[in-house]
């Protein structure tokens, strides 16, 4: 399909017949983007207070706890303000489900929804149809940065089976075909078979973008490079995992583009996405407020816990969510101009976060350097306790033992001598029921 029909024409007929507002509020985000700082707060505020309003007179949850902490709805004015509401667990979500519910949550088109639980307890919510719209919308405004636009023609790895269920559904086949541009690699599981069919099929369709996992375009790019098979794109869009400092880097090289990140989650509308400076990560204030806490204090410029509250959600409202992701805030402006605040860096989920015996947290990208030269098929690094590591492989056809004391020798480098590696040989590392891989977990309490 034509670039120019789908982006004026079939696409935002699609929108409209489906009754979505995401174009509506994608036109909002790309003028806001350019307020100033001033602005954007009152926004956020006046948000908020609209939110806590809600949440105050029709969920139970709320109501109960506003009573019990003496706090009236006029007490949170401000973002400053929201200290005083205690954080909101997934443990306390999934005891106080019901109570969470607004008592006219049906108003605000509610669609059940989990998240995949890789760091912990599963979480179940529910989403209002508002809160999609601004979520893609967020999500449309930060691909738009890099280049990307509607009808471009890009390869969507991804392997979450929420996102991928209805694909072979006529309806989704036919709109797919009139309203997108795209290729979809499902990146549930790859095998020799899948992959020669998956690479033949990218390389035949030639796109301008991948927008992609990380961990799923690794094995796609080690396979072509094997096979010498070469893909110049115009950019590559990661997305719901860690990216990486070498998978950027072996993305770039091989594709011979920049690479753009992207942070953002189900529970929310919120999403952080690098712009076209490719520096720190601009974030949807807009949508909601995401702050970082550390000893229970909000910190900026240094790792904290995230909290998120969610402003479009009238369904279920989350107010001071912690998600188990680790970021660092910035006050710094980017060079691109726009006021929107900024993430540094994401640290990754708190079970991404090793902590050695001595009491440092090591993020686990400072790892990554060990298995540069990584030979075999697969990895995944497991800290069981605080003095104990346990390395997963999956030998592959091309594994050599001989870079395994090379891998230990750095590991310890970091985590220090008194440190005791265990290496497992496996025949499999299981994805994640998001489809997702995970090369470094930790099993040891992070008290930030």
């Known amino acids: 399909m034509n670039k120019f029909i789908i982006k004026h024409i079939t696409f935002p007929l699609w929108e409209f017949g489906a009754g979505r507002k995401r174009l509506q509020v994608l036109k909002e985000l790309e003028k806001s983007q350019h307020w100033p700082k001033e602005k954007l707060v009152e926004l956020q505020n006046n948000r908020l207070k609209a939110l806590i309003g809600h949440a105050y007179n029709n969920v139970p949850y709320y109501h109960e706890l506003f009573k019990k902490k003496k706090l009236k709805p006029s007490d949170i004015r401000t973002v400053a303000d929201l200290y005083k509401i205690p954080i909101l667990t997934k443990d306390i979500i999934a005891d106080n489900f019901d109570k969470l519910k607004a008592k006219n949550i049906q108003k605000y088109q509610p669609k059940y929804y989990s998240t995949g639980g890789t760091s912990g307890r599963h979480l179940h919510f529910y989403n209002s149809q508002a809160t999609f719209d601004a979520h893609m919308a967020a999500a449309y405004r930060g691909w738009r ?246 390395i997963k492989i999956v030998k592959g056809r091309h594994f050599k033992k001989s870079n395994l004391d090379e891998i230990e020798k750095t590991m310890r480098k970091w985590l220090g001598d008194a440190i005791r590696i265990k290496i497992e040989f496996v025949e499999d590392i299981p994805l994640t029921s998001q489809g997702k891989r995970r090369y470094f977990i930790s099993k040891v309490p992070l008290e930030f």
């Open 145 to 390: 940065w890099s280049g990307w636009d509607f009808g471009e023609k890009y390869a969507y790895v991804w392997g979450a089976s929420m996102d991928l269920k209805n694909e072979s559904t006529i309806k989704k086949k036919i709109k797919t075909f009139f309203t997108e541009n795209r290729l979809l690699i499902q990146a549930l599981m790859f095998t020799d078979e899948s992959l020669k069919y998956d690479c033949e099929r990218l390389f035949k369709f030639n796109p301008d973008y991948i927008i992609t996992y990380p961990s799923s375009l690794v094995v796609i790019v080690k396979y072509m490079k094997s096979k010498g098979i070469i893909i110049k794109v115009k950019g590559v869009i990661t997305s719901a995992e860690k990216l990486f400092p070498w998978q950027r880097k072996l993305f770039e090289d091989f594709f011979s583009c920049r690479v753009y990140d992207d942070y953002g989650g189900r529970e929310s509308s919120i999403r952080s996405t690098q712009c076209e400076q490719c520096g720190g990560y601009h974030i949807s204030v807009e949508n909601g407020v995401l702050e970082t806490i550390r000893n229970g204090k909000n910190v900026i410029g240094v790792p904290g816990k995230v909290l998120l509250t969610e402003f479009h959600n009238y369904a279920m409202p989350l107010i001071r969510y912690e998600n188990t992701d680790v970021v660092t805030l910035t006050d710094k402006q980017c060079k691109c101009g726009r006021a929107l605040p900024m993430l540094k860096n994401v640290q990754g989920r708190v079970s991404d976060i090793f902590v050695t015996a001595d009491g440092k947290y090591i993020p686990a990208e400072y790892f990554m350097v060990a298995f540069l030269e990584f030979t075999g098929k697969y990895y995944q690094v497991i800290q069981e306790k605080k003095n104990e590591i346990v």
